[in-house]
DNA sequence: AAGTCGGGGAG
DNA sequence: CTCCCAGACTT
């Protein structure tokens, strides 16, 4: 049977037969018309977007929420206006536009994607999947957010959100992480988007699910698409979509040695690997025992950095939380008496002299606690 | 297929 | 507390 005699069948669709493309294309998209947010990096209606200002703003806004990205961007966008502003830019002044941001290594794929978009793409941001794909830190979703929206090609995007958007309208109750999920919603995902503007219709799937279609305590009386919606035929839209297992944090301790000479601290800088890589930090051992005592610290502090420390003292004690552990903070403070700083062992800095350090939160937080503790030296 | 990589909003 | 957020990358 031709498929052109097919598509025209559908009076009264099988009830495995999918959406509705047409219906869900045209509803989501007068939804989208009279109700997304007006947000920094999103053109006005009309408006041809930045490609520039797409790509800053979706490497940010992976893993990350909306009203978290805001403030970052506008700094962002006012210190590097330009992708060739960027690809000029110190590492040191990318991190120190994303600290506090997370998920470092996005700033520093960023930066050396604008590398690549300078030299082999003559400053211009690519308009196709397949050139997307080669940039670091674009990925499959990155790639058809910003050939959508900044060019209006159409290219399919799956984030979290349409993936619940999606799993609830067309009934899907396997894991939503599973790989065989993933490509059904990417299939779903790449059927719905339209050749006419798919990067407002893809951005549509996310602010429903950002704004009506939410994970807890969803809005289904507003959904412009409650009447194709699945998921709430059968009145599982609560129980779907099933969620992806998750491993408990691990407890772990790192211990923060303030090492203070005249008034000014030490810093160094992390490895370029791991946890919070290139970010700076007050000397910090991670692998010392939970209950590490002061003689410990010193002589800790004294292998690392060749210095010799007195009055070794505790000064406080916080837990920093990220997804895949719960870190015990302890920050201790001694007097350097003696020794010689190992060469490219860190760097001095009055603690209310760091604008040029990226810090990561918890060393920010170390800071502050101390600059409280001793207001009258550091002000 | 599973781990790694942050920090915060929201329940 | 737990879960998730405009994911990418490594092993």
């Known amino acids: 049977?031709?498929?052109?005699?097919?598509?025209?069948?559908?009076?009264?669709?099988?009830?495995d037969a999918g959406p509705d493309v047409r219906r869900v294309r045209q509803r989501l998209?007068?939804?989208?018309?009279a109700h997304h947010r007006r947000l920094p990096w999103r053109a006005e209606p009309g408006v041809?977007?930045?490609?520039?200002?797409?790509?800053?703003?979706?490497?940010?806004?992976?893993?990350?929420?909306?009203?978290?990205?805001?403030?970052?961007?506008?700094?962002?966008?006012?210190?590097?206006?330009?992708?060739?502003?960027?690809?000029?830019?110190?590492?040191?002044a990318v991190l120190r536009l994303w600290q506090g941001l997370g998920y470092y290594r996005r700033a520093r794929s960023l930066h050396a994607a604008a590398k690549v978009i300078v030299c082999d793409h003559g400053g211009v941001i690519p308009d196709n999947v397949a050139d997307l794909l080669k940039l670091p830190g674009v990925g499959r979703y990155s790639?058809?957010?910003?050939?959508?929206?900044?060019?209006?090609?159409?290219a399919p995007i799956l984030d979290g959100n349409v993936a619940r958007v999606l799993a609830r309208l067309t009934l899907i109750e396997q894991p939503i992480d599973a790989?065989?999920?993933?490509?059904?919603?990417?299939?779903?995902?790449?059927?719905?988007?339209?050749?006419?503007?798919?990067?407002?219709?893809?951005q549509a799937l996310m602010e429903l699910g950002a704004l009506i279609c939410t994970k807890a305590n969803p809005t289904c009386d507003a959904c412009p698409l409650s009447g194709q919606c699945q998921a709430r035929v059968v009145d599982r839209v609560a129980s779907v979509p099933v969620p992806a297992k998750r491993k408990a944090p691990t407890l772990v301790h790192h211990h923060v040695i303030v090492m203070e000479r005249a008034g000014r601290f030490l810093f160094e800088q992390r490895p370029a690997t791991g946890l919070w890589a290139n970010m700076w930090q007050l000397p910090t051992a991670e692998d010392l025992p939970a209950k590490a005592n002061t003689s410990e610290l010193s002589a800790w502090a004294a292998d690392r950095s060749g210095l010799v420390l007195s009055d070794t003292q505790h000064v406080v004690a916080f837990t920093h939380q990220t997804t895949h552990r719960t870190i015990r903070f302890n920050v201790w403070h001694g007097?350097?008496?003696?020794?010689?700083?190992?060469?490219?062992?860190?760097?001095?800095?009055?603690?209310?002299?760091?604008?040029?350090?990226?810090?990561?939160?918890?060393?920010?937080?170390?800071?502050?606690?101390?600059?409280?503790?001793?207001?009258?030296?550091?002000?």
């Open 1 to 15: 049977m031709p498929s052109t005699t097919a598509r025209r069948l559908p009076k009264t669709p099988s009830p």
């Open 29 to 33: 998209l007068k939804w989208y018309d």
């Open 48 to 92: 041809a977007p930045k490609p520039y200002r797409v790509l800053v703003s979706e490497a940010m806004l992976q893993q990350t929420q909306v009203a978290t990205v805001v403030p970052y961007f506008g700094r962002f966008m006012d210190a590097l206006p330009t992708v060739r502003d960027l690809a000029g830019a110190d590492e040191q």
């Open 143 to 154: 790639a058809g957010a910003i050939a959508s929206i900044a060019y209006g090609t159409r």
């Open 179 to 202: 790989p065989d999920t993933r490509k059904t919603l990417w299939r779903l995902a790449e059927e719905l988007v339209p050749a006419s503007r798919p990067g407002d219709f893809n």
């Open 335 to 379: 007097l350097v008496t003696s020794g010689r700083l190992r060469r490219g062992a860190g760097r001095w800095r009055r603690l209310d002299q760091l604008n040029d350090l990226p810090l990561a939160n918890p060393q920010r937080k170390a800071v502050a606690v101390l600059i409280k503790e001793d207001p009258q030296q550091h002000g």
